[in-house]
C-alpha cells in the first residue's frame, strides 16, 4: 500500500492568507482542498511538499452566485458534485455542467472543485507511474530526469493537459479571479495554460484561484464531449467543448477548444468559419470537424493509437458541434 510522506499542514484563516503562507514558504509548499489529485501524487513520489496549505475550510470558496453582468460566480472550493446538483448552471451552462459530470468517479467528484479541476496537473504514460517504474526507465523531464520520454528530440516536456472542464470554460468565455500577496486580478481562463507540460499553468506560484466567473450565457449553447478507455474513472483520451450563438437553426458564432491533444487546452474556433451564417447541416459540420482536428498532435503519451485518436477527435468534434446545436437547448 502507497502511503502519504511526512507533512506539515496549515490552516489559513483566508485566501489572503493562504498566499501569504505560499510566499512565505515558495516550493515548499502546496494547496489542497479536495486533494483528488495532489494526494495520490504525494503517495508517488511526482509531488513532494513538505507544507500543505489548507482550503477546504474556507466558506468564502464555497459560494455559488449570480453576478451583476448576469452571468454566474462559483468559489473554486465548490465541488463538482454541487455544480451538477445546480439548476441554474445546468440550465445555463449545459457543456460545463456536463463536463463535471464526467470527471472521475462520483466518490472523487463528491470531493475533487472546480478550481482544482480547473488546475489539475498534465498527464502522461511517463509519469503518472509508480516511483520505481520511473526510476526504472530513468525518470522524465517533468520529475527526475531531463529527456522528454515520449519526444525526446523536444526542449520541453510532452505532458498534455487534462481538465475536463477547462475547455468548456474557455469555449464559454469565462474568467478566473486569482488572489496574491499584492491583490486580486482578473483574467481569462485561457490565459491560464501554456503548452509546456512541466510549467504548464501561468498563474504565480503564490496565487490562489478563488473563483471561476462564467458570463452571462446570453444565447450561447454549449457542449462537452468526452472520449475515454472506460466509462468512468479515466482522463480524456480526446475531449471537446463546443459553445454556438445562434439564432434560430443560424449559427452566428462558434467557439470549439479541445483537451487532451496538447500541454494546454488546444483553441480551434478559427476553423469553424464555414459554419458561420448558415444553418447546420452533415456537409459543413463534418468539414469543419475534420479541420479542427488537424491541429491535435497526439502522441505517446497517453492510451490508444495515434491513427485512432486523430480519428476519434473529428469523430468527437462532429458529435459536439451536434449537440450544442441541437434544437433542446433553444431557451
Given amino acids: ?18 498566499a501569504q503562507m505560499l510566499s512565505e514558504h515558495g516550493s515548499r509548499a502546496r494547496l489542497v482542498a479536495g486533494g483528488t489529485d495532489l494526494l495520490p501524487k504525494m503517495k508517488r513520489g511526482q509531488m513532494e511538499p513538505e507544507i500543505l496549505v489548507g482550503l477546504g475550510h474556507l466558506d468564502e470558496l464555497r459560494r455559488v452566485r449570480g453576478n451583476v453582468d448576469g452571468g454566474f460566480d462559483i468559489g473554486a472550493g465548490v465541488t463538482l458534485s454541487e455544480v451538477i ?25 463528491n470531493a475533487g472543485t472546480i478550481g482544482g479541476n480547473l488546475c489539475v496537473d498534465t498527464r502522461c504514460n511517463y509519469y503518472d507511474e509508480s516511483f520505481e517504474w520511473r526510476q526504472a526507465v530513468g525518470f522524465c523531464m517533468k520529475k527526475g530526469g531531463d529527456v522528454c520520454r515520449v519526444a525526446p528530440a ?5 505532458a498534455i493537459a487534462s481538465s475536463d472542464t477547462a475547455p468548456v470554460a474557455i469555449a464559454l468565455g469565462a474568467t478566473v479571479v486569482l488572489v496574491g500577496p499584492e491583490g486580486e486580478r482578473e483574467v481569462p481562463v485561457a490565459s491560464m495554460y501554456q503548452d509546456d507540460g512541466k510549467f504548464y499553468l501561468t498563474k504565480a506560484d503564490d496565487e490562489v484561484l478563488t473563483t471561476l466567473r462564467l458570463p452571462d450565457p446570453g444565447r450561447w449553447r454549449s457542449s462537452y464531449v468526452k472520449v475515454r478507455s472506460r466509462d468512468s474513472i479515466d482522463f480524456p483520451v480526446v475531449g471537446v467543448a463546443v459553445a454556438l450563438q445562434m439564432t434560430g437553426p443560424v449559427v ?74 441541437s434544437l433542446d437547448q433553444a431557451r
Avoid at 154 to 158: A, I, Q
Avoid at 308 to 315: E, G, L, Q, V
Wanted: glycine residues 4%; proline residues 7%.
Fill in 1 to 18: 500500500m502507497l502511503r502519504l510522506p511526512r507533512f506539515s499542514y496549515l490552516r489559513p484563516g483566508s485566501v489572503a492568507e493562504a
Fill in 85 to 109: 446538483a445546480h439548476p441554474q448552471l445546468g440550465a445555463a451552462y449545459p457543456g460545463y455542467v456536463r463536463a463535471a459530470a464526467l470527471v472521475s468517479s462520483p466518490a472523487l467528484r
Fill in 154 to 158: 523536444f526542449t520541453r516536456c510532452r
Fill in 252 to 325: 452566428d458564432a462558434c467557439r470549439i477548444v479541445l483537451t487532451a491533444v496538447a500541454s494546454q487546452p488546444l483553441d480551434v474556433s478559427d476553423v469553424a468559419e464555414p459554419m458561420l451564417g448558415r444553418e447546420l447541416d452533415d456537409a459543413v459540420i463534418r468539414e469543419v470537424a475534420a479541420k479542427a482536428a488537424k491541429p491535435a498532435k497526439p502522441l505517446d503519451n497517453a492510451d490508444l493509437s495515434y491513427v485512432w485518436r486523430k480519428r476519434i477527435t473529428s469523430k468527437a468534434i462532429e458529435q459536439a458541434i451536434r449537440e450544442a446545436g
